[in-house]
């Protein structure tokens, strides 16, 4: 018998629009006994069943919404759920394809899987199992991802503070397959080669940040014969993305030693060694250093890592995005680009762009905003989802 869970009056309306998240201060009752990772049903204070989810009684979330409909949730369930997920981006998107193999497979709440993402590697799978009940399902989980992207092997890798929430331990590495192995992918024609979970030198989340795809992209068409600055390079996306364009240098800075190598190496085998120069150290250091060289570029990237992790660390976290723009935007050639990335989901786009305005202010410049963008549209989300749009990347012209 499925448990039930019934909301309290008030607290229906965003779950009816199509927010996935139920909140445990929105529970009034619960009918039956369920357990970690059981299947449950959502009701109105009226009795309408608004939903199904997976149960977490150790987490603020309790039940994510994965059905709307009245469909059980079994296995055959989430392998069908899994396989529609990758159709449509093959469908939409033209994902696999020869210049891009690698891509978010599935995006949790985007994808109506809350609590799994998945990245693929060409024939590899990175997978993080957020809730109790997409972990108990992990195998079923692993064989879908194969069977729905001919993957060989499937890993997966931990987000200790969601699994802490839910109570659960996740141990990263080989989760289906045989021997690990390094996991190789294009992305627009540039080949990588990443030391898979669980290994040395393996990256951050899920290894590599395909939400930027698309926004590489665009990097690319500003890029021709011009001087490229990537600021908190990582991989060194960014930089690739220019460099194969015909840029005519680029310099990429980040402060993650093991991340440099990667980039380094890869730059070699794509032969960019002579365009893309790495210097490995504090970002807003080296950009200050390049201040009293007087040195310009064309074009400036400013990607930085995630600043707010909550709301208490917002106000914080937009200080150093001033910062850190100021030190971007006087680096930029008068009638230049600066493309300045937030991965913070805690700061909205208007605080983002303040901040930004502020920093290029103290730089003594104006700026003009070209277009404002987001994740890679294989990372939707739902309409009635605010929170799952935490990527803002702003392209500004300074005069």
């Not at 996991?183 to 898979?196: I, K, Q, V």
Request: glycine residues 10%.
């Amino acid at each position: 018998m499925v448990a039930t869970v019934h909301l309290r009056s008030g607290h229906v309306q965003p779950v009816w629009l199509g927010h996935p998240w139920i909140f445990a201060q929105a529970i009034s009752r619960i009918d039956g006994s369920p357990e970690a990772g059981d299947e449950v049903v959502v009701r109105d204070p009226r009795g309408n069943a608004l939903g199904s989810g997976f149960y977490s009684p150790k987490s603020a979330i309790p039940v994510r919404i994965l059905s709307r409909a009245a469909a059980s949730l079994d296995d055959a369930w989430l392998r069908r759920a899994i396989g529609d997920a990758v159709r449509w981006r093959a469908s939409l998107l033209d994902l696999p394809n020869d210049a891009t193999n690698g891509f978010r497979a599935v995006n949790a709440e985007g994808d109506n899987l809350a609590g799994l993402i998945a990245d693929a590697y060409g024939d590899s799978v990175v997978v993080q199992l957020l809730t109790a009940g997409m972990k108990r399902r992990e195998r079923v989980v692993a064989e879908a991802l194969k069977e729905a992207l001919g993957a060989t092997r499937v890993y997966e890798v931990a987000s200790p503070k969601h699994q802490a929430l839910e109570g659960i331990t996740v141990t990263e590495g080989l989760l289906d397959g045989p021997d690990a192995a390094p996991m190789t992918f294009r992305e627009n024609g540039a080949a990588w080669s990443l030391p898979p979970p669980g290994s040395v030198g393996a990256g951050q989340k899920t290894g590599f940040f395909f939400d930027q795809r698309e926004n590489r992209a665009r990097v690319a068409t500003m890029a021709r014969g011009r001087r490229v600055l990537d600021l908190y390079c990582y991989l060194g996306g960014f930089a690739f993305a220019a460099a194969r364009a015909g840029a005519a240098s680029v310099i990429a800075v980040d402060s993650a030693a093991a991340a440099m190598a990667t980039a380094a190496r890869t730059a070699e085998e794509n032969g960019l060694g002579g365009v893309v120069r790495f210097e490995h150290g504090d970002a807003v250091r080296f950009a200050a250093a390049l201040d009293q060289k007087g040195e310009r570029f064309d074009v400036v990237v400013c990607d930085p890592p995630k600043l707010a992790s909550n709301a208490r660390e917002v106000e914080g976290a937009l200080r150093r995005y001033r910062k850190i723009n100021g030190e971007a935007a006087r680096r930029v050639e008068p009638g230049g680009v600066l493309v300045t990335c937030s991965c913070s989901g805690h700061v909205t786009p208007e605080e983002f762009l303040r901040a930004v305005l502020a920093g290029v202010r103290d730089a003594g410049r104006d700026a003009v905003l070209l277009r404002l963008d987001g994740a890679a549209s294989d990372h939707p989300t739902p309409l009635a989802f605010p929170e799952g749009r935490y990527l803002k990347c702003a392209t500004l012209r300074l005069p």
